[in-house]
């Protein structure tokens, strides 16, 4: 193998490696900068948004015809209980995992007056008596109505 070909090599090997490593690590960074900024430092609360407009956004190219509201989550102290009062027009309950990949939705199709989830750790214990009990691949993510 020629001088050149050794350089080649390694060069396609750091480039799939740099490939692998930002396709792995890119989502969790900015879920985490989304959770800081959308719990302002908190989690396992509301916050209720106002209307969009550009300047209100935390989100990135969140619709403007939606009022969302945003429960950054973190289940290292057990698991979390999710409400979702009935609504006259459409909503919809998403779970988001600390890697973006959204792995629970619940709308009022499914769910006409309203919904009740327990949200625990994927592997852990279901509590007794929850009704719907969904399990978190990640300990931290955002529920977002």
């Known amino acids: 193998m020629s001088g050149l070909g050794k350089y080649v090599w390694a060069a396609l090997i750091a480039a799939v ?16 900068i989304a959770i ?10 509301w916050r209720f948004g106002e ?5 209100s956004r ?10 969302y509201s945003a429960c950054p989550y973190d289940l290292g102290q ?12 459409y ?6 995992a600390d890697n973006s990949d959204n792995f629970f939705t619940l709308n009022d199709r499914e769910a006409r007056f309203g ?11 279901h509590p007794e008596g929850a ?6 691949p990640s300990q931290r993510g955002i529920a977002l109505v």
């Open 17 to 32: 490696l740099a490939h692998v490593a930002f396709v792995h690590f890119a989502p969790r960074v900015m879920m985490s």
């Open 58 to 67: 935390t989100i990135v190219r969140p619709s403007p015809d939606f009022a």
């Open 78 to 89: 057990g698991p979390v209980l999710i409400q979702v009062a009935p609504w006259d027009a």
């Open 91 to 96: 909503w919809s309950l998403s779970l988001y």
């Open 131 to 136: 009704s719907m009990v969904i399990e978190s």
């Open 36 to 45: 800081d900024r959308l719990g302002d430092g908190r989690t396992n609360f």
């Open 115 to 125: 919904g009740e989830v327990t949200l625990v750790r994927a592997g852990e214990a």
């Open 51 to 55: 209307r969009v407009t550009p300047a």
